[in-house]
């Protein structure tokens, strides 16, 4: 009997100790879940905004490489550059990608930079991408070579990854919306990345402005062109920290919001943000609805027995 | 008698002076002995080669300019001052033996695995040319369009949708 006491006591007690080991062990779990890390090799692009002429060379060539429509003026006019776009992303009026064109060159005239400067924008191919995590059919995907890749025949065009993406990349091909098509930069990823060749645009670009390289390689490159030349720019990468951390980073001469950068995009990846609000839609959605049928059917049993009491009072 | 002592004292700095000068240039390559002109055609699937009057550039340019511590002079910027103030002229010359035509290919990126290697961001050829030739342009106020210097082939007009390629609608497109 006393022997029984002690199995039973010692089982409850181990039973007990291992909901506790369990309950931790799931706690970590869901953390490594949480916290992705990311593909060690991936490949980026480091952009100098110091070496850009705006040559548009890089426009160019991606329209090439992807067979993209023709656009609406040669490559090689450089009047674009004072064309006023009232719908440019982030309030500016200025070019943006378009469903016609993956990446743009944009000009900035500085106040105190003797020259023009030029900023090159695509998809920045973020280590944690926002379109990704907001798609619902899982459209997207980053590939290991550092790509955000997408895949038409399964989207549905609901357009959520324009609305979450922070830097306004994808676009939508508004000519065919019975057939969804999502246009954006894809690192050239079928016809040259997955070789370990660098994307049509870094291929074609004559300053080497953009520099193709391993993600860690670029950051110490980037650090490196900082440290030996403080004067020439400003001790910032972007992308290194920017939604989480970027494929493509950034240097430039001058204050980044000064060159078309957002500066308030957080440096968090952005499904950090409603993390916590996504882990209680099943709870929402499953438990909810059982509980408040239940307490409907409860409070309506009460309605049905006092009607039923009055009923028979009144007989 | 004085005089003559200060005519010889003369002759003689002059002539271990020449001599020092001599022997100076002896170990440095001289202009002359460079080509007057270099075709450069590392562009040729989109341009027509660049004739690069190499010696017109000699009178512009320090050497040092573009052959920064190959030719045995010492070179001027202060950090590479630190390393290659007594290097030697090297066996090879030309831009190309340093800066990789092939920048980004799979090769060229495995040498930055090695820690040991100090030069990791040395631009490839056609950004070498570029960032040297452009630079020094923008400075002194030569020539920077693109088709200053580059003809443009057939293929390039294609890429760039210019001449016989130029977009003929002007319809407008909108939407995002």
Known sequence: MKNKIINRRNFIKGGLGGAVVASQLKGKESQAAGAFDHYPDSMGVLVDVTRCVGCRSCEAACNQEQGLPEPEKP??????FDEVHPHGGHGREERRTTEYNYTIVNKYNVPGVDHPLFRKIQCNHCLEPACLTSCFVNAYSKTPEGAVVYDPTVCVGCRTCMIACPFYVPTFKYGSAFKPRIMKCVFCHETRLKEGRPPACVEICPQEALTFGKRTDLLEMAKSRIRSNPD??????????????????????VEFDKVGFDVHVPHEPVINFVRDFLSIVPMVLLIWPALFTGFHLLSNRKDAKSQHDEDNQEV | MSQGKNVQRTLCIIAVGSALFWSGLGYAMDASDAPEVITMDSLENHYDPVEFNHLEHTEMAACTD????????????ESCVKCHE????????????????????I???????DPQLYHRGTPG????????????????????????????KDAGKKMF?????APVSKGEKGGH
């Open chain 1, 75 to 80: 490559f090689n006019d450089y009047s674009v």
């Open chain 2, 66 to 77: 573009c052959h920064h511590h190959t030719l045995g002079i010492p070179p001027t910027n």
């Open chain 2, 107 to 113: 090769e060229a990126l495995a040498t930055l695995d």
């Open chain 2, 125 to 152: 050829l056609k950004g070498a040319y570029h960032l040297n030739c452009v630079g020094c342009h923008q400075e002194v106020g030569g020539p920077i369009g693109c088709e200053d210097c580059h003809t443009m």
């Open chain 2, 86 to 105: 007594n290097s030697p002229e090297a066996d090879v010359l030309s831009c190309g033996d340093c800066h990789l035509t092939d920048r980004f290919g």
């Open chain 2, 161 to 165: 949708k210019a001449g016989k390629y």
């Open chain 1, 232 to 253: 020439k720019y400003v001790d910032h990468i972007y992308g290194e920290k920017e939604a989480g951390g970027t494929a493509w980073l950034y240097l430039s001469p």
